[in-house]
Nanobody
Framework: QVQLVERGGGLVQVGDSLRLSCGVS????????MGWFRQAPGKEREFVARISWSGGSTSYADSVKGRFTISRENANNAVYLQMNSLKPADTAVYFC?????????????????WGQGTQVTVSS
């Protein structure tokens, strides 16, 4: 059974930093591209960042570029999202995602597995 478990969400102030982690089990982690998506209340789930199976390639949504960093540790079956300079607009439930092939930013169907999500709230 495949499981993706996110941790690290919480309530922070504007300008603060937060690090999300996602532990993965039930699949060969190094064979999967990984990513993060988020969903704010009343909005559709949107792409945040992705990383290739090797970690050699990353991509970000324009809204987080320069502030967020995605990374992975294949030895530990984990993917991370370092979030700096947080803004109220970053408030959302953040979801970890795994794809056997390629995570397409605009296509949720490209994701094979989802985590349950972790809430991030940025207060002004």
């Amino acid at each position: 059974q495949v499981q993706l478990v996110e941790r690290g969400g919480g309530l922070v102030q504007v300008g603060d930093s937060l690090r999300l982690s996602c532990g993965v089990s039930g699949l060969i982690f190094s064979n999967y591209a990984m990513g993060w998506f988020r969903q704010a209340p009343g909005k559709e789930r949107e792409f945040v960042a992705r990383i290739s199976w090797s970690g050699g390639s990353t991509s970000y949504a324009d809204s987080v570029k320069g502030r967020f960093t995605i990374s992975r540790e294949n030895a530990n079956n984990a993917v991370y999202l370092q979030m700096n300079s947080l803004k109220p607009a970053d408030t959302a439930v953040y979801f970890c995602a795994a794809a056997r092939n390629y995570i397409r930013a605009g296509d949720l169907r490209s994701v094979d597995y989802w985590g349950q999500g972790t809430q991030v709230t940025v207060s002004s």
